[in-house]
Structure formats: structure tokens, C-alpha cells
């Protein structure tokens, strides 16, 4: 009989990098401290072919965590049944050891329009994302984690701070939390707040995974700082230094690496892997 | 001061629309550009994702007009799934009728091989009909086959695979002034595009559904006198686009 059970439950508190089909040969071979990938789970949603091939191999190897980027959690709408299906059909093929999605909405009537959209932090908002996080939890018999967005505007309507928003969700729905502090740094600079101070009223006990990356620098109309999630460079070292305040309050947590765009070569993400390493070496 | 996602999503995709009222900077003044990042994100996103679906288009437009291509097609069709793979399904047919490039008639029937090589990529794996079971003379003319989930025929008035190869390989000659049939077939995981002679695409049809190789063969024959079975089933075999051999009747 086959042996369908899961190899990997948990991800460990160790890094892990975001999978880039480029880098499938070295993963493979010498994935140096790498425990543990995060696929995008709508790459994986098409009939066969290489996908499904390298997914079947990576996942005797490591843990992986499925990251969806397509459900539209904070969307108005219902969530897609269709997806909510292919999303099942993709964790029964996957077995991973962890699922997350996103604070933002992406969907709107029958259009996708390919970004993490934000959302005001009201009542009702709260109460509609709560639905489909449970809605999402009831279908995949599994707890998500939900990540905290990047933000380039605030809205003037929002009468919850993020991070009791999360809170109350989290109270609510029994979700996990996905903390990315490149996210936290990204926003705490846009909208003027301590990266810090947010870390401090997060419910840091909430957090399944942790996620670095790197951002573009630009400014706005009124020439203050403005940073965009790029993940297409370098963690910077006041991102690292947020992880280390963080790590410091959580224990040693799954801290991935991502860098989805002018993805670099097998060394350089080595290289960045290997840097979380030594954030994670303190609290281990 | 509520803004709704309709209104987020009018103003996303609009430039000329105003941003919606009830969005801040951090001192708490309207977000102005800020709500840039998003439109710029937005089409940026789906226009690289168009750029990576289309490789022969753009290569044929070049980077700078594939570009402003892209950025209007993206706006009047936004995707309608998550499912980004499969993006720009009709991008072809938008090609037909956008008046400024009418002047290259061919780029149509590109963006559908294009679309042909995405499809073939993302579709289910099949065991193919290996050489080996078409050993026995007795039986080989009984033999049925259905197209693998990965192959994709295409009929065409232009010398698509010449456009193709002339584009695409090195040092392929120009394309010559005749109509081209196209097979698109994945041998493992890299999908190929193979120049049909005259009648084969007919003849891949006239087997997928359902006719045994004998009377497909006859019948294409009629048609076409020159057709050549054997090349033609080592080049359906080679490319690995025949699956579920069989020499019963098919109900």
C-alpha cells in the first residue's frame, strides 16, 4: 500500500527560501542551510508537466509551506468555490506542512488583478475576513496562517490598529500568523510609525513562520520616504535587525527568504539563507 | 469616507479617474501618487506575465511596443482567474482586431502557437505510445490513438513555423510565402513546435477521433497522394504526442 502520510508535519525553526524552478538542481544537490521551501500555490494549480514533476520531488526533501497569493481573503465578494477547490485538490497532492494566505484582496467581480490589494481595518471588514478565514480552515480541515500586508496608503475609515486587528482575528478564527518583518518595516516607514513598537503590540504568540525580503526605496509627493515590496533584492540590515528583535521575543521560528523577482543565483540566496541562519543560531 | 473595492478598482485601473478620497499619507493627507504603487504594480505585474506567455509576439513587436501593447491589453482585459498560467487566452483574438498593428497580419496566429506552447506546458502528463508497440504488421493498422493531453494542432494560413523558427532558433532560414499546419507536443516537460507536412493535421485529427491508422491512413491518401505514413508516425511518436494505443473497436 502507498505510504500517503506526510513526511513533514511542522516546518522547522530553521530557514527556508522561496522556490524558484531555477534553483531546483542545487536544492536538490547542496541546499546548504535551506530546511524548508514556500511554493506559491497557484503555480502548482495547472494539469502536470515539470510543476507537478519538481513539486513531487522537492517534497520528499523538505518541508514545504504552501503560500497562496489568489484567494482574496479580504476581498467583498465570496471567496471562488472553484479555487477554494483547487486549493484542496493542490494540499491533498502537497501534503504540506504549513498553508498561509494574505491580509489584501486580489479579486474583484470576476477579475483577478494580480496584486495584494489593503483593506481598511473596521468592523466589517473584520467580521467578513473572519468568515472566509474560517470558511477556508472548514474546507482545508487545517489551520491557515494569515501575513500582515505591505502598506503604501492608510485608510482615513480604519478604527483597528493592525496588529489588534490581527489579534482579534486570530481570537476569532484560531488562525496562525504569518509575521513578515520586511512588511512591518516597509509600513512602519510609509505610514510613520516604530517597526519596533509595532513588533511590541503584535500577538507575537500567534507566529507559525516569519518572512525577510527586499524592497525598492522611492518617495512621494511630498518627498518622504516611500518603500515598495519588491522582493527583488538584498534583505537590508535594518530588516535583519528587526528579525533579531523579533526572534529575541518569539524563540527561534521558520524565517524564509523571498526573492521572487531578478531572482539571483543559487550562491547569493544561499548566502541570504545562510544569514537568517545566524539570526536563528542566538535562540536555538 | 468609505471606499469600497469597486471604487479602489475603478481608480486602480484608470489613471484618469481621481484617487479615491479617504486614502492617507502618514501625516494623514490625501495619498496622492501613493495610490500609484498600486496602478503601477498592477499592470506592471500583468504585463510582465503577458511578456512571459507571449515570447514569439514579443520578440516580433520588440520590448518597447510589446510594452505599450500590453499596458492597454491588460486594462481592457484584466485576468479573469488566479490562475496566471493561463493568462492572455484571448490575446489572440484582441491581436485581430487592434487596428494599429493590422499592418502584420501573421502576429495573430503567433500569439496562438504562443498560447499553444503555455497550454502544452501546464497540461496533464500521459504515458506516450511507445515505438515498440507497433511491432506486429498483423495488427499496426488496427491501431487507435487519441492526441496527448499536451499536444495542440494548429491550422494555419501563414508559415507559422517558419515565423517561428526564424524567430526563435539560430540561423533558421526566412520564412517562405506558403500555409504551415503546426503540431505542439511535449516530449517530457519542454514543449516543441513540428512543421506538419500537407494532410498530417488532418490525419492527427481523423485518429483522435477515433479512426484506426488503416482507414485514416486511406482516407488522407485519397486527398493527399504524397502523404507519408511512416514519417508522419515516427514524427507523432518522436514528438510523443499519441497515447491510449489500442486495436479494439472503441465503443
Known sequence: MLDTSPRFDTLPPAPGVGYKPQHFADLMDAPGPVAWLEVHAENYMGDGGRPHAQLRALQERFALSVHGVGLSIGGEGALDADHLARLKELMARTQPASFSEHLAWSTHGAEFLNDLLPLPYTNATLQRVAAHINQVQDILGRQMLLENPSSYLAFAESTWSETDFLAELVRRTGCGLLLDVNNVFISATNLGYSPQGYIDAYPLEAVGEIHVGGHDEDTDDAGAPLLIDSHGKPVVDPVWALLDYTLAHTGARPVLVEWDNDVPDWPTLRDEAMRAARALSPVQ | ?251
Not at chain 2, 506575465?49 to 511596443?65: M, S, Y
Request: hydrophobic share 45%.
Open chain 2, 1 to 251: 469616507m468609505t471606499v469600497s473595492q469597486d471604487i479602489f478598482r475603478k481608480a486602480l485601473l484608470d489613471a484618469e479617474q481621481p484617487v479615491p478620497s479617504g486614502l492617507l499619507d502618514a501625516q494623514g493627507d490625501a495619498a496622492g501618487t501613493r495610490f500609484s504603487v498600486y496602478r503601477n504594480n498592477v499592470v506592471v505585474s500583468l504585463s510582465e506575465a503577458l511578456a512571459t506567455a507571449f515570447p514569439l509576439v514579443r520578440k516580433l513587436l520588440g520590448a518597447e511596443t510589446f510594452g505599450k501593447l500590453a499596458a492597454i491589453y491588460v486594462r481592457a482585459h484584466p485576468p479573469t482567474s488566479p490562475l496566471m498560467m493561463f493568462y492572455g487566452k484571448d490575446f489572440p483574438e484582441f491581436l485581430d482586431g487592434f487596428e494599429p498593428l493590422q499592418h502584420i497580419r501573421y502576429l495573430s496566429a503567433c500569439a496562438q502557437l504562443d498560447f499553444a506552447m503555455r497550454r502544452s506546458y501546464h497540461a496533464a502528463d500521459a504515458p506516450p505510445v511507445a515505438t515498440k508497440e507497433l511491432q506486429d504488421p498483423e495488427r499496426v493498422m488496427q491501431a487507435r490513438f487519441s492526441l496527448a493531453p499536451s499536444a495542440v494542432l494548429l491550422r494555419s494560413v501563414w508559415p507559422l513555423y517558419d515565423i517561428w523558427a526564424f524567430n526563435m532558433l539560430p540561423s533558421a532560414p526566412k520564412p517562405r510565402a506558403i500555409a504551415q499546419d503546426v503540431l505542439v507536443a511535449r516530449p517530457e516537460f519542454d514543449p516543441q513546435p513540428h512543421l506538419l507536412a500537407p494532410g498530417m493535421a488532418d490525419w492527427l485529427d481523423k485518429l483522435n477521433s477515433g479512426h484506426a491508422l488503416g482507414p485514416a491512413t486511406s482516407e488522407i491518401l485519397e486527398i493527399y497522394p504524397d502523404f507519408d505514413l511512416t514519417a508522419s508516425l515516427a514524427l507523432a511518436l518522436n514528438a510523443q504526442a499519441l497515447v491510449d494505443y489500442t486495436t479494439k473497436e472503441t465503443p
